[in-house]
């Protein structure tokens, strides 16, 4: 693994334990040796995320779609910013430059693309670690949501091992060096036998 996408929110959230969580996360990635890819913002979670990954010499990858490069505040000091025509090309271009996938908190937008990586993976688009820095337990809202889908037919249980949580950025990159895609083909893309 060389690097890790990171969705997080354009605003900072109302704990400063958010900020707190990506700064950590920045000095995880940099104790591996692992880039981050991002969003590009300079602003939020975002921005915290650059700004300590940076000041820890990792490289920072930024993606964001040209329209948005005013409105959210593109990052100047990055390692490299990458412009692009669409949110589309931007999760395209940065699956393909990361070696898997953390959502700090966030918004719609960072649950949008953390679904999306994730239902890439279940569908095996990608072979890679998704997971969630359950900062504050952030994210028992979307594990409980994901246990009452099973539990209602509209999820299988194998689902739930895509998805990696961890409350510690040491504990979600150590899950993620031992985590190991499952076989193939995916059982869950049958129909169910009735």
Same mark, same amino acid.
């Given at each position: ?45 975002? *921005? ?5 990954? %940076? ?44 070696? *898997? ?21 279940? %569908? ?16 028992? *809202?979307? %594990? ?8 209602? *037919? ?34 869950? %893309? ?5």
């Amino acid at each position: 693994m060389k690097r890790v996408c990171v969705f997080a929110g354009s605003n900072a959230g109302a704990r400063p334990e958010y900020a707190a969580a990506a700064r950590a996360l920045a000095a995880a990635c940099a104790t591996r040796g692992l880039g981050i890819v991002y969003g590009g913002g300079s602003i939020g979670l975002m *921005g915290v995320l650059a700004d300590a990954a %940076l000041a820890a010499g990792v490289e920072v990858v930024g993606v964001i779609p040209r329209p948005l490069a005013t409105k959210e505040l593109a990052h100047a000091g990055l390692s490299e910013l990458r412009l692009v025509e669409s949110m589309h090309e931007r999760k395209a271009t940065m699956n393909s430059v990361a070696d *898997g996938f953390i959502a700090l908190p966030g918004g719609l937008g960072t649950f949008e693309e953390a679904l999306e990586v994730l239902t890439w993976s279940q %569908l095996g688009i990608h072979a890679k670690p998704v997971g969630v820095l359950n900062v504050e337990g952030y994210y028992d *809202g979307l %594990l409980r949501w994901l246990s009452h889908a099973v539990g209602e *037919g509209f999820v299988r249980r194998e689902h739930l091992g895509l998805l990696l949580f961890a409350d510690t950025p040491a504990e979600l990159l150590d899950r993620f060096a031992a985590w190991t895609p499952p076989p193939g083909p995916r059982p869950w %893309l049958r129909p169910t036998q009735a």
